[in-house]
């Protein structure tokens, strides 16, 4: 069965840095496309960033550009989220998502001082 355990979330000051993982098992990860959502506390599941099955092509929300990476490994069924110039309004839980629906359980990502 389809498996995604996120991982590397925790409480980080504003402007810090943390690298979100994703370990991804029970599918063809190098097929797939993978994407990185978050959810902030009263507000809707929003997509952070995407990124190809060949890692090709990433593409992110205007919100994050510029201070966010996402990026993977097909050979480790891994993949990675790089914040770096964190800011308290990237306060949520980030999701992976498989590109044909499988959800991670989320992992918390608190920026506050």
């Known amino acids: 069965q389809v498996q995604l355990v996120e991982s590397g979330g925790g409480l980080v000051q504003p402007g810090g840095s943390l690298r979100l993982s994703c370990a991804a098992s029970?599918?063809?990860?190098?097929?797939?496309?993978m994407s990185w959502y978050r959810q902030a506390p009263g507000k809707e599941r929003e997509l952070v960033a995407r990124i190809t099955s060949t890692g090709a092509t990433t593409n992110y929300a205007d919100s994050v550009k510029g201070r966010f990476t996402i990026s993977r490994d097909n050979g480790k069924k891994m993949v990675y989220l790089q914040m770096n110039s964190l800011k308290p309004e990237d306060t949520a839980v980030y999701y992976c998502r498989q590109a044909t629906g499988y959800w991670g359980q989320g992992t918390q990502v608190t920026v506050s001082s």
């Open positions: 029970g599918f063809t990860f190098s097929t797939y496309a």
